[in-house]
């Protein structure tokens, strides 16, 4: 198969992303799918880096945030406070994201799995301002999508911050912005 065959044949395979239901809700009342977190949050990326203290590459943070849910595929979506099932979600995802990008030229392969690992171990400045990125878009989008006092998992305000509290080391401003979420979410009947 050419080279251009192998990536028709991922891009195809990518289509599956708008079928990963994910645990936020759309204004609409549905629940979100993964290419649409992943789209959000490559705009919030764009909007909010301002925010971040390093100077980035953000072609490859907008890449990350492109692809980082790709191992839900087959893998599904984990939802974040899911404790035992985030115990075995890398190793699934790991072997989703191999199964989607083999479609790809090898040397395209190899340089997504490159990223979605730098991804993973947050190691790089594009990636631990990714993650930020993929932490804000669910907790702003449920202050604003969800209805008044929906909680039917009885979330506390302290798990909430204690799951984002990796951003206060990265960014002042974004740990604000997510103090006043959580704030306002509180307010609304959201968490506990």
Same mark, same amino acid.
């Given at each position: ?5 192998? +990536?028709?044949?991922?891009? @195809? ?5 708008? @079928? ?17 977190? *992943?789209? *959000? ?11 971040? &203290? ?21 893998? !599904?979506?984990?939802? @974040?406070?899911?404790?035992? !099932? ?18 790809? &030229?090898?040397? +395209? ?7 979605? +690992? ?11 301002? @990714? ?6 878009? &669910? ?43 959580? +704030?306002?979410?509180?307010?609304? !009947?959201?968490?506990?």
């Amino acid at each position: 198969m050419n080279r251009l065959k192998k +990536q028709v044949s991922f891009i @195809a395979e990518i289509e599956k992303s708008k @079928a990963v239901t994910r645990h936020n809700r759309t204004l609409d009342g549905r629940f979100e799918n993964d290419a649409e977190h *992943q789209w *959000q949050g490559a705009i919030m990326a764009s909007v909010f880096k301002e925010y971040y &203290p390093d100077k980035l590459d953000m072609e490859k943070v907008i890449e990350m945030l492109l692809i980082h849910d790709l191992g839900e595929v087959y893998a !599904g979506d984990t939802w @974040a406070y899911d404790e035992k !099932g985030k115990k075995s979600s890398h190793e699934k995802e790991l072997l989703s994201f191999n199964r989607s990008t083999e479609l790809l &030229p090898i040397d +395209q392969s190899e340089e997504l799995r490159k990223l979605w +690992q730098e991804f993973e171990k947050g190691g790089s400045p594009e990636a631990r301002y @990714a993650r930020i990125i993929d932490a804000l878009v &669910p907790l702003i989008n449920h202050l604003v999508v969800s209805d008044k006092n929906y909680n039917p998992e009885n979330m506390t305000s302290e798990m909430v911050l204690k799951k984002k509290s990796f951003i206060k080391n990265e960014s002042k401003e974004l740990w604000e912005l997510v103090e006043d979420i959580v +704030q306002k979410s509180v307010e609304k !009947g959201l968490y506990l």
